[in-house]
């Protein structure tokens, strides 16, 4: 088989693989099968560029390169819908369609809380995914879209038409709209008020690779182009599904008011348990004879109506603001409520956001509220039923202290947020701030859990998080529900926190707006925290991702005397302030591209992948024209080593090996393993939900 072919049945194996996972919800082969098959398919690709396709499944984990959005007309305009609220305006309509069509055919829709996308296909391959923008001309999102994995980029079958246009909704299932919340929230970051924001924002990202992580989703509903071959929607659809894209089960062929009713009332409730945000109901005329009939405004088309679900509402009192101090010293206003019922859950509290809207509701305890479910997730104030209003009553006034240390608060420039600045004192910052140090994505200091931090505090043990690399054994194990084995396993963690890389613990420092990403930027581009903290502010700049907001978080991070000072503490305690230089052990294995087979008796897999690459080689997943060596060790599969011998291929053993990087120096296996960098994860989603109608 030549290079090209196998790269083909590659490619053909990883889409049909990829479209059982993320379009049917029915993986054939496990996740290691999947990623086994990628990397040989990177490698063979990085090794003949020849073959490159930007329609390769190895295009979907994106690239870090700045995307720029040219604009784009749409071959054909994308209207938008009209809306109706009620059952009697949707009756109004179908009395309008029908005055024109007799029996006309509908099918009804789930209309998707996301972002309008059209994607265009020229002989099976994604040619460019374009937004709505004004309906006339949108932004080329193409890099973006590539990377979410239920788009197909090549199709199945063969009889899709030459150029066609298909439209749909990308949106963001809750799942990953949560985890990215999370993330977003740990880092200090604003969080996006509902998954129709974080979709839209998400595929404005500038890097495809950002967008590769984040768990978006894609559902088609509608194809556009000329002389197409169907008479019906639905038969569009059904073909459409068979190509290969996402189309969603939840329809259903109505003939009448009556059954389009049933539909929506049904999904009115039962929507509250899909994976994915929805705001209401599409009615489309079917038939394209009957569309054409019915024609459109230069808005909307007249044969189709989006049935718009009511925002989930309920009237409530407010009993009491409180207020919430973060890590970083912002404080968030609560509103405690009188217990309601509000689409399937009680809530007891919802979030205010900041003074100003407080200001702008001209909320006060002891009114009543109208409560809502901002994007079906998080509880928000949207009113005060003013009629109800106790006469007496006076306006809510903002706190000016912090309610946990009493320091008067601050509001900086261009900030919605009041905040506490009293760092070193005040309780949430400082436990907050230790928690933050502790996580598995920063210190990983994983015996101590949040309860043992504010222990560890409540005992005056831990003040900050350089107190923790002096805490004794002794003294914990005198806590309550703390014996010895656990003091001694925290006590061994901590120590074992002083392996971790620079740019998590630069990462774990918790400065404001310093989240993972950044921090790993920062630390490629300076090299050490010294260097960072002697940087000036046009240097900070320079890093990649760092803008001015960013910069002066960590002047102002530096500039504290306190913070330098537990920065010395750090230091002695062991932790690595540097980035470890990437130091090549030799060069004696330049050139070679090595395949790795079989069990070894010296090394593991990773130690040796390792050694490779820290000795200038280069480990392939799959023997090809391009292998120069095969180590081979015991129980080698024989299709590779008889595939490594037709090829002439250099086999070589583990002792071999040893003796070909051992010419000077010796080796630190464990030193290079270190060294290596694991690939980007593929978030797994949520399966939808089996079809009801
Ligand atoms: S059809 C010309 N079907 O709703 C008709 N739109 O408010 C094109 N939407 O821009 C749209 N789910 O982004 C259609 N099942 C569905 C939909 C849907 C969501 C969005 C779409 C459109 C917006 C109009």
Known sequence: MTIEQQINELRQALNYHNHKYYVENAPAISDFEYDQMLRQLQDLETLNPEFK??????????????????????????????????????????????????????VCELKFDGTAISLCYEN???????????????????ENVRTIRSVPLTLQGDDYPTYFEIRGEIFMPYSSFDKLNAEREQQGEQLFANPR????????????????????????????GKNLGFSSHSDSLESARKWGFKISSHTALCNNFKQIEEFIRYWDEARHSLP?????????????????????????????????????????????????????????PVANLEPVLLAGTTVKRATLHNADQIAALDLREGDMVYVEKGGEIIPKITGVEISERNPSSQPLQYITHCPECGAELVRYEGEAKHYCPNQSHCRPQIIGRIIHF?????????????????LLFENGLVNNIADLYTLKAEQIATLPRLGEKSARNIIQSIASSCDVPFHRVLFA????????????????????????MKAQREELLEAEEVGGKIADAIMDYFADVQNI????????????LEADKSVKASDS??????????????????????????????????????????????????????KAQKLGVRIISEQEFIEMISTNEATNASDATAKTETKAEVHAQQPIQGSLF
């Open 53 to 106: 396709d930007p329609n390769s499944p190895t295009m979907r984990v994106g690239s870090d390169l700045t995307n720029s959005f040219n604009s784009v007309r749409h071959s054909f305009p994308m209207l938008s819908l009209s809306n109706t609220y009620s059952l009697q305006e949707l009756q109004e309509w179908i009395g309008k369609v029908e005055q024109e069509i007799s029996h006309p055919e509908y």
């Open 565 to 576: 000072a537990i920065i010395e503490r750090l230091r002695s305690a062991g932790l690595k």
């Open 276 to 332: 994915f945000p929805t705001d209401g109901i599409v009615i489309k005329v079917n038939r394209y004879a009957d569309r054409m009939a019915l024609g459109s405004t230069s808005k909307a088309p007249k044969w189709a109506v989006a049935y718009k679900f009511k925002a989930e509402q309920a009237l409530t009192k407010l009993l009491k603001v409180t207020y919430q101090v973060g890590r970083t010293g912002a404080i968030t």
């Open 589 to 642: 294995l330049a050139g070679e591209n090595i395949v790795i087979s079989g069990t070894f008796e010296q090394y593991s897999r990773d130690e040796l992948k390792a050694l490779i690459e820290a000795h200038g080689g280069k480990n392939l997943a799959a023997v090809s024209a391009n292998t120069t060596l095969l180590l081979a060790g015991a129980k080698i599969g024989p299709a590779k080593l008889q």
């Open 197 to 224: 924001n974080a979709a839209a924002g998400t595929l404005k990202q500038q890097q495809s690779q950002i967008v590769a992580k984040r768990g978006l989703d894609c559902t088609l509903y509608q194809l556009a």
């Open 509 to 532: 420092l918790g400065i404001r707006f310093v989240g993972e990403t950044t921090a790993k930027y920062l630390a490629a581009h300076f090299g050490s925290l010294e260097a960072i």
């Open 124 to 142: 099976g391959h994604l040619l460019r995914a374009i937004t709505r923008g004004d309906g006339e001309v949108g932004d080329d999102v193409t």
């Open 438 to 454: 502790i996580r598995r994505k920063a210190m990983n200091i994983e015996s101590l859990g949040e309860e043992t931090i504010e």
